[in-house]
Every structure is written in structure tokens, then in C-alpha cells.
């Protein structure tokens, strides 16, 4: 889908206060000239954030001249003078050239001839070379040259997966009489016994692996590190406390648990109490395919709690590919409630 840019965008950037990062940066109108310097230093720019981790120049914006790094104004550039087609003309002197970039210019009411240009910049899996025959690389709200090995890592996305892991809180309703608890494998398993069945919430967390890389995925294993008051308290139903499992909230308290993507086949039986399964084996993850593994009950209290800056951290490792490093807010984990969807 299209993005949207136009000039209120850019507003909220400045009024915001949007810093520049990794995956932003701002250029002022007069880092677009028509002369040999600037050219190369666009190309400079451009490649540095394909090479990194992808992510938006705006050619456009002033900074901050107290702090460099924060947008000060719109600073407007005349389409007459330097056009869309001249800034695809000189990035396109990167080399090897820059595929799924996309450049948006965005309209300026102080003149008909006005613009500001958003140039969207993808990931690359290969490394890219500036016009003054060096690589580039995103480094403390900067473009500087990559080292030998950096530059070796960036040419060898092209030959290992990469997998990424979403997550999703699920909230469904469920009745008291099938309630089965689920203590950890191998723990003698007790059905909660109720003189009246009753309906009560359960919380859990989705996971999914995707592979965002070029190349299937044969072994995978994925740690995710999570605050042990996320997770429902099976020690405390194993201890038979009474009453729902609970315990003190402290958010710097983190386990880690660990995924893969490994299933076992039925091969006999009928319910999972009396089935017989055969050995685990792996499932290769194809490009741009997912997975589901298995997920993790919730704390019952985990609408009560406020979980603030708390996050869920990830790692995951594929075959020889190097690891990869997540991170996501429990507060910004989409979630899906299907209470209501039960009752009707």
C-alpha cells in the first residue's frame, strides 16, 4: 500500500520533535545542488541506510541549529530546479542499484513550485557503493565508512534467513467445568472441580516466527525473555495455594523461555491423553513464510496490571545465519478479545 505523506505529516514530525535515528534522518533544501559534491554525498546517504537497516531521508527539513538532530522547519525545495527525476537520476549511480526504493514528493503551500522530498529507503541484502567507491553504513545519526567485515556481514544476508517474531495477546472466555490446568509436561494433570460451572478469562500470548530472509529456514530456535508476572503462575497451582495464582509485580524480574520449530506427528490414539507421537523433526520456515509455535497462558491479573515500560525481548538463531535481536512493548502487542464473540 502507498504511503501517505504530505505537508501536515511533516508538521507532526517537527512539532513532535521527532529525533533523528538509525532509520531517519533530515536533509536541508541545500543538500540538493546540482554539482559534483552534493551528488556524491547523496549517493553517500542513500547507501548508507540500504546497507544499515533501511529507513526515510527528508530532503526538506532543517535541523535544529541548538541540536542538530531535531527537525527546526520546513526548509521547501523548488521542484523547477531539482526534480523527482534528477534525484532518481543521481541515486541510481549507487551501485549495484538500490531496488523497492520509492521517492515521495510532498506538495508546500508556500509556493506553487514547492516540495519536500521523502525518499523511503528498504533494507538491501547485499552491500551498496557510493560514487566515491566506499561502503557506507548508519552510525550515531550519521553515514561513515564500514569496515571490511561489516561489509562482508551485509553481502551475506543474501545467503542465510533471517527470523523475526510477532506476537499477539489472544482474550477469550472459557467455562469453569472443562477447565483443564496445564501444569508443566510431565505433572500429574487435575481438572478443576466446581459444584456450578462458571465462566472465567484466559490471557494468551501468540507467537509466530516469520522468515524476512532470502533463504528457507531449516533450524530454528528463538529465546523470548519476558517478565515472570506475565506468565500465569503454575508454581502456585502446583503448590495448591488457594485462591488464583498471584505474586508481587516487579517489572526489571525476567525470564527466558525458548521456541523452535520443531512438531511431533500423531501416530496413535484418539484425545492427547491416550495419543502416541512419533519423533520431533523440524519444519523448514520458506521466505517470507510463518509459523506458529507454541504460546504462553497470561497471568490472570494481566488486564489489572499496568505494565508501563515493561517489554518482551527477543533473540532468534537459523541455521549459520548470525542472530537476530527484537524487542516489542507489552503495551503495543495487538490484542484480540473474543469475549464477546462467545457469547453471541
Known amino acids: 500500500m502507498t504511503e501517505v505523506w504530505d505537508q501536515s505529516r511533516l508538521e507532526q514530525y517537527i512539532t513532535q520533535g521527532i529525533e533523528e535515528s538509525l532509520t531517519l534522518d533530515y536533509k536541508a533544501a541545500g543538500s540538493l545542488v546540482k554539482n559534483d559534491t552534493k551528488r556524491a554525498e547523496v549517493t553517500k546517504d542513500v547507501s548508507a541506510m540500504a546497507n544499515s537497516a533501511g529507513g526515510i531521508i527528508i530532503y526538506g527539513i532543517a535541523e535544529d541549529p541548538t541540536n542538530k538532530h531535531l527537525p527546526a522547519r520546513i526548509d521547501p525545495i523548488d521542484r523547477n530546479q531539482i526534480s523527482k527525476e534528477w534525484l532518481e537520476q543521481v541515486i541510481s549511480n549507487i551501485r549495484p542499484k538500490l531496488g523497492g526504493l520509492v521517492i515521495y514528493p510532498v506538495s508546500i503551500s508556500t509556493a506553487p513550485t514547492h516540495v519536500v522530498y521523502v525518499v523511503d529507503i528498504p533494507q538491501s541484502y547485499t552491500a551498496h557503493?557510493?560514487?566515491d567507491k566506499r561502503y557506507y553504513k548508519r552510525?550515531?545519526?550519521?553515514?561513515?565508512?564500514?569496515e571490511d567485515y561489516e561489509i562482508r556481514d551485509v553481502m551475506g544476508r543474501n545467503q542465510h534467513a533471517q527470523i523475526d517474531i510477532d506476537f499477539q495477546i489472544l482474550i477469550r472466555t472459557e467455562i469453569e467445568s472443562s477447565r483443564i490446568d496445564m501444569p508443566p509436561l510431565y505433572d500429574q494433570l487435575r481438572v478443576s472441580k466446581k459444584a456450578e460451572p462458571k465462566k472465567y478469562t484466559v490471557y494468551e500470548l501468540k507467537v509466530k516466527l516469520w522468515?524476512?530472509?532470502?533463504?528457507?529456514?531449516?533450524?530454528i530456535?528463538?529465546?523470548i525473555q519476558m517478565p515472570c508476572a506475565l506468565v500465569y503462575d503454575y508454581e502456585a497451582m502446583r503448590?495448591?495455594?488457594?485462591?488464583?495464582?498471584?505474586?508481587e509485580f516487579i517489572p526489571d524480574d525476567y525470564r527466558t523461555y525458548s521456541r523452535d520449530n520443531t512438531v511431533r506427528d500423531k501416530i496413535k490414539g484418539g484425545g492427547w491423553m491416550a495419543a502416541e507421537y512419533g519423533p520431533a523433526r523440524h519444519v523448514p520456515i520458506l521466505p517470507g513464510i510463518s509459523m506458529n509455535v507454541d504460546g504462553f497462558t497470561l497471568t490472570e491479573d494481566f488486564e489489572a496490571i499496568d505494565w508501563g515500560q515493561c517489554t518482551i525481548k527477543?533473540?532468534?538463531?537459523?541455521d549459520n545465519a548470525p542472530p537476530n535481536f527484537g524487542e516489542v512493548a507489552i503495551k503495543d502487542i495487538e490484542i484480540i478479545d473474543q469475549r464477546n464473540m462467545a457469547s453471541e
Open 314 to 318: 527477543w533473540t532468534t538463531h537459523a
Open 129 to 131: 557503493q557510493a560514487t
Open 239 to 247: 503448590r495448591e495455594q488457594p485462591g488464583k495464582p498471584s505474586r
Open 221 to 223: 530456535k528463538a529465546f
Open 139 to 146: 552510525f550515531n545519526f550519521e553515514s561513515v565508512a564500514m
Open 211 to 219: 522468515n524476512i530472509g532470502k533463504v528457507y529456514a531449516q533450524y
